[in-house]
């Protein structure tokens, strides 16, 4: 079983549309969750991240960590052409030291 | 701003060259790593440092070295380029007590014919 599972897509959802993309872990000593969003031909950035259980919120998007099940989520609001591309889960055991473990990616195409 | 930044956009060598990717960034981060990016296998660490001089393999450090001689710069080399290295390669950095904040340069998308 790989560390951490995300399923690649792609999804295709109309503007203004609820998104919801998910991955799942195995190791439950992570304790860092984190969702990166890289446009086509960049490199990857930081959208959030999330320590330990719980939910966080920035503007339209929603990030949710379920320790017991080990399920994490993230939610986008509202979806906007701008925010097709690919969503990278990643996740640490700790803050400092520690390579991330990053899932496959979701790719995501909202149309106007 | 952070800045990362990767010698070249697109690389094209030819079957047992030697090739060097060079990645640099501008705000002092203690950690630096390399990862490919493959269609289905997503972003695989190749190595990673955490100080000058200092290296770690990550999951598939075969066939590559690295060399941090200066806190800024992070070199990969493919000792021989084969032909199942073609590939994206992606530079990040980040500060050593925030590891789940990596900045990553644009990449460069290596062909090995």
């Known amino acids: 079983q790989k560390e951490v599972e995300q399923d690649p897509g792609p999804l295709s959802v109309p503007e203004g549309a609820i998104v919801s993309l998910n991955c799942t872990y195995s190791n439950s000593a992570f304790q860092y969750f984190m969702w990166y969003r890289q446009y086509s031909r960049k490199g990857p950035e930081l959208l959030m991240y999330?320590?330990?259980?719980g939910n966080k919120e920035d503007g339209r998007f929603t990030a949710q960590v379920d320790k017991s099940s080990k399920y994490i989520s993230l939610f986008i609001r509202d979806s906007q052409p701008s925010d097709s591309a690919t969503y990278l889960c990643a996740m640490s055991q700790n803050q400092a030291g520690t390579a991330l473990i990053f899932g496959k990616g979701t790719t995501l195409s909202v149309s106007s | 701003d952070v800045k990362v930044t990767q010698s070249s956009r697109y690389l094209v060598k030819r079957t047992g060259e030697k090739v060097f990717l060079e990645c640099v960034q501008d705000m002092d981060h203690e950690n630096m790593f390399w990862y490919r990016q493959d269609p289905g296998l997503g972003l695989r660490l190749i190595y990673f440092?955490?100080?000058?001089?200092?290296?770690e393999k990550g999951d598939i450090p075969e066939g590559y070295s690295v060399s941090r001689e200066k806190k800024e710069r992070f070199s990969l080399i493919l000792e021989s380029a084969s032909t199942n290295q073609t590939s994206m390669y992606l530079c990040a950095s980040s500060f050593s007590d925030r590891v789940e904040t990596q900045y990553f340069g644009p990449g460069t998308r290596l062909l090995v014919l």
């Open positions: 999330t320590y330990s259980s």
């Open positions: 440092s955490y100080d000058v001089k200092m290296k």
